[in-house]
């Protein structure tokens, strides 16, 4: 069985077959992909971390990135109506030296940079080949953002410790949760023993049942939901390994996880349900799919061929 026929196999489709054989082939990113600027998606992800004039300075730059690198510090902290100091802690916060080195980066990672596309939220002023335009362009940018963040190692790492246990349990809510199902089915599909439950109670009862060779793999875009903390302070209790698959990496989730593996969705507050983030999730979960179907080919192979006849 081939690389190409197995990620077929495993229900992916021609797209992501793409995207994963460019990934594991170590191609890296194409010339003329679309991505959000490194530092911008950086800014995004500590955003609601973030507390008064720190909040106002993200927006001045997230606003329009290409007029901030022209100005000086001093301007910044006046249209911010804050200090420099404020500004050169921001830049820190970030991993910046300074606000020099702030702007450098954006400065590079603009080049190209991506042109402004509507929120995924419905407008009922738009025409419906805009809205088809403007999804397409949305879902490209969150998968090409994704994928430019997804780190070999960690990825290599929790292959191993799926590989290794023998319990893995996954933990999602809402749109998360079918994340979380179609997660377990394709484990399922390739012999792991991964479970997922939507009752809460059960959630914890199984939690409890843990082990320290097992891995808790938890799934959630604000990294934020309360049911999932619960969990993961009982599972921290047994020393179980903690996976995270969020879109903040500071979030309360992220933190009290082992691994943690980053998506790069840009979801407004207000909308009708998880859409780009929901796309992002379901693309490392087809990644750690992929890297654990090709890792041992004679067992999973085996194993996807006898799921298979059993649904015949």
Do not use: W
Request: glycine letters at 6%; a neutral charge; charged letters at 20%.
């Amino acid at each position: 069985m081939t690389e190409s026929i197995l990620l077929i196999y495993l229900g992916l489709g021609e797209f992501f077959c793409l995207i994963f054989e460019q990934f594991l082939s170590k191609s890296g990113r194409q010339d003329g992909v679309v991505v959000t600027p490194k530092t911008l998606l950086k800014i995004k992800q500590v955003y609601p971390t973030l507390q008064g004039n720190y909040a106002k300075i993200a927006d001045q730059i997230l606003e329009n990135p290409a007029v901030l690198i022209q100005k000086r510090v001093a301007e910044v902290a006046d249209a911010c109506k804050c200090d420099n100091a404020q500004i050169i802690r921001f830049c820190k916060k970030l991993g910046f030296k300074g606000f020099l080195e702030l702007k450098q980066a954006i400065a590079h990672d603009m080049i190209p940079l991506k042109t402004e596309i509507s929120s995924d939220t419905v407008a009922s002023e738009e025409g419906f080949a805009r809205l088809i335009k403007d999804f397409r362009e949305n879902y490209l940018y969150t998968i090409n953002d994704t994928i430019g963040m997804v780190c070999e190692n960690t990825v290599s790492a929790v292959v191993q410790l799926i590989q290794k246990a023998p319990c893995i349990m996954l933990c999602g809510q809402g749109a998360s949760g079918i994340v979380a199902d179609d997660f377990q089915m394709k484990l399922v599909r390739l012999g792991f023993p991964a479970i997922h439950h939507n009752d809460s109670v059960m959630n914890k009862m199984r939690c409890v049942t843990l082990k320290k060779s097992d891995v808790f793999v938890a799934i959630s875009f604000s990294g934020e939901n309360l049911e999932i903390c619960s969990c993961l302070d009982i599972v921290k209790k047994n020393a179980v390994k903690v996976v995270a698959i969020t879109n903040f990496p500071s979030s309360s989730i992220a933190k009290q996880a082992d691994y943690v593996l980053t998506t790069a969705a840009d979801e407004t507050k207000f909308r009708i349900g998880a859409m780009t983030s929901r796309i992002s999730q379901l693309l490392l979960v087809d990644l750690l799919v992929v890297m654990l179907a090709l890792s041992d080919m004679g067992k999973t192979g085996l194993s996807l061929v006898k799921t298979l006849s059993s649904l015949q």
